[in-house]
């Protein structure tokens, strides 16, 4: 059975910096793209960012220039490095991963962690 792992969520004061990881683990023969959504109070889930095998990486415009993802092949790990982090970030994250395994599913999603950003 896949499962995806997040740690690295918390409180934080507005202009830090927080990093969220994310593990894959279980019978995997190869992950896809992988990336970070997250949902606050209210609103819908959103793409935070996502990272392609290959390295190719996509960002929301409102994180652009703050956030950064990256990812270890070999420790089946993305991770999202989050700086300048401002309230509006409040939200709860989730990992996503395109994962082949022996399961009929492809698309797989972490527990969530809550990121809480303060004035």
């Known amino acids: 059975q896949v499962q995806l792992v997040e740690s690295g969520g918390g409180l934080v004061q507005a202009g830090g910096s927080l990093r969220l990881s994310c593990a894959a683990s279980?019978?995997?023969?190869?992950?896809?793209?992988m990336g970070w959504y997250r949902q606050a109070p209210g609103k819908q889930r959103e793409l935070v960012a996502h990272?392609?095998?290959?390295?190719?990486?996509n960002y929301a415009e409102s994180v652009k220039g703050r956030f950064t993802i990256s990812r270890d092949n070999a420790k089946k790990t993305v991770y999202l490095q989050m700086d300048s982090l401002k309230r509006e970030d409040t939200a709860v994250y989730y990992c996503?991963?395109?994962?082949?395994?022996?399961?009929?599913?492809?698309?797989?999603w972490g527990q969530g962690t809550q990121v809480t950003v303060s004035s």
């Open positions: 990272i392609a095998n290959g390295g190719d990486t």
């Open positions: 279980g019978i995997i023969f190869s992950i896809n793209r």
């Open positions: 996503n991963a395109d994962i082949l395994s022996l399961s009929s599913s492809r698309d797989f």
